[in-house]
């Protein structure tokens, strides 16, 4: 790395080639550009906010002339600190907000080019207003951008049937680190000339250049769907019940998540309550959600009385309105709002082989528990792909800092088995800085000397989100 420090005509020379539009100070909006939902702190000396590509790409040029750090910043709700810098000197924040246009959408093609700051929210509408289905989902759908979904590969619910942010891109339009535009939007199925630069980009998470457009697919909208909230004796039932479901409901499943009753517990404690689906509710849940043509839902009714005979579910219910079925992903999608109200011990993004996800959670509660039999465990997430929460809380009303002294242990302990289960402790949420060491530790040797050629070929100086992914050339 090769970082000049601050240097004062190029912060002054961005403010005057930007316009009052084009930048601001970091402090202006501290909970996008310099803060992480408390669990991560960062600092920058400008906020660039360029209006177009070729701002972005003169942008970069200028920085990289003078040396000087560039940190990308999307809709700034990651997890794992990959905007957020203390390193000196304080760089350029990169925002792409102000690129938020949806510039085409051709239903025929069953694609969109939309850009980099375009909202996650306003592109899934602009699909349906075409009657399309962009289908990427997550929590922060309403305040994530496109760019950082591709540039974190996000995941969400619907990966078992539609797949990560990088299944539903065609193409990408970026800037390089030395200031090249690449002009990869196109909207082809297929294309086989040459390495394919846009899966390079997707993940990197801004550290080999600026993703600032991309081409995304579109998929029919469901005629019909259907969702249900079920009790499964165990983890191991919950993924019998999945397999159960396939071939009797077909290729329809688009989300299937597992919630353990503790989330619920949080959720009194956080004082965020909801309206139990069952009574009383159980140890284990699952919520599964199909959509296909219609005769969905009688399909998966029909499917689940023959669950029930078989012992892989004890109860639950079916949403009888998308009003009831969105109470149900409200209960899901505010357990996250809870535990982090709650505060962790240690928090583990964690992906094993859907088939072993039941024992994983075994042999991890059971050594998390000979390690401090107090700790409480809430492990939910998308085991239909193998991607669990794990998470480790400490018993309600200790002492925060006394168990804070056991976070890394904690960490190692879930982690190594993790990796002895041929998992990645970094499953959606990509490596930022919170894992840079899990990275070197857990990572193939041969995958990271790769990683590291890459940058050092493509970004020699070091300029480009320093410090996230790898922490050093």
């Given amino acids: 790395m090769n970082l000049r420090p601050a240097a004062e005509d190029l912060l002054a020379g961005l403010r005057d080639f930007l316009g ?75 925002s792409l907000q102000r690129m938020n246009r949806i510039r085409a959408v051709d239903a025929a093609d069953n694609a969109m080019i939309v850009e980099a700051g375009a909202i996650l929210k306003d592109v899934q509408d602009a699909a349906e207003a075409a009657d399309r289905l962009f289908p990427l989902s997550l929590a922060s759908e309403g305040s994530c951008r496109i760019g950082g979904n591709l540039s974190s590969n996000a995941g969400g619910v619907n990966t078992l049937r539609y797949g990560n942010a990088r299944d539903l891109c065609l193409g990408v339009e970026a800037v390089l680190p030395d200031g090249t535009v ?18 390079l980009l997707i993940g990197a998470e801004g550290t080999l250049g600026v993703i600032t457009a991309a081409a995304l697919k579109l998929f029919a909208r469901p005629a019909e769907s259907a ?86 579910a004890s109860d639950g219910v079916i949403a009888q309105s998308q009003s009831h079925a969105s109470d149900f992903w409200a209960i899901r999608e505010t357990i996250p709002v809870a535990n982090r109200a709650v505060g962790a011990v240690s928090s583990h993004d964690i992906s094993v082989p859907v088939a072993r996800a039941p024992e994983f959670i075994e042999r991890a509660t059971a050594a998390l528990g000979a390690f401090d039999a107090t700790l409480r465990i809430n492990c939910f997430g998308h085991v239909g792909d193998g991607n669990l929460h794990f998470n480790v809380y400490r018993p309600k009303g200790a002492d925060k800092a006394a168990y804070a002294m056991k976070s890394e ?27 840079t060491v899990d990275l070197v530790r857990y990572g193939d040797p041969g995958l990271l000397a790769a990683m590291r050629a890459i940058k050092a070929a493509l970004d020699p100086h070091g300029v480009m989100n320093p410090g996230a992914v790898l922490a050093a050339l």
Avoid: Q
């Avoid at 242990?409 to 919170?434: P, W, Y």
């Fill in 20 to 94: 009052p539009p084009g930048w601001r100070a970091p402090d202006d909006a501290p909970e996008v550009f310099v803060d992480d939902r408390d669990r991560f702190t960062g600092r920058g000396a400008l906020v660039a906010r360029p209006g177009t590509t070729a701002e972005v790409a003169e942008v970069v040029r200028r920085c990289v002339a003078a040396r000087y750090p560039v940190v990308p910043v999307s809709g700034g709700t990651g997890l794992v600190g990959g905007h957020l810098t203390m390193t000196e000197p304080a760089p350029v924040i990169l």
């Fill in 227 to 312: 969702t249900a909230w079920l009790a499964v004796p165990d983890p191991e039932a919950a993924v019998e019940l999945l397999h159960f479901l396939r071939p009797r409901v077909g290729d329809v499943i688009s989300a299937f998540e597992l919630i353990d009753v503790v989330g619920f517990g949080f959720l009194e404690e956080a004082g965020l309550d909801r309206p139990a689906p069952l009574d009383p509710m159980p140890k284990w849940s699952v919520l599964v959600e199909c959509g296909g043509r219609p005769g969905v839902a009688e399909a998966l009714e029909t499917a689940l009385g023959a669950a029930f005979e078989a012992g892989l």
């Fill in 409 to 435: 242990d904690v960490k190692r302990i879930v982690n190594d088995l993790t990796h002895a289960f041929e998992g990645s402790v970094g499953a959606e949420h990509g490596v930022g800085r919170a894992k």
């Fill in 182 to 199: 690449f002009n990869g939007l196109k909207r082809l199925r297929k294309d086989n000339m040459g390495y394919d630069l846009r899966h």
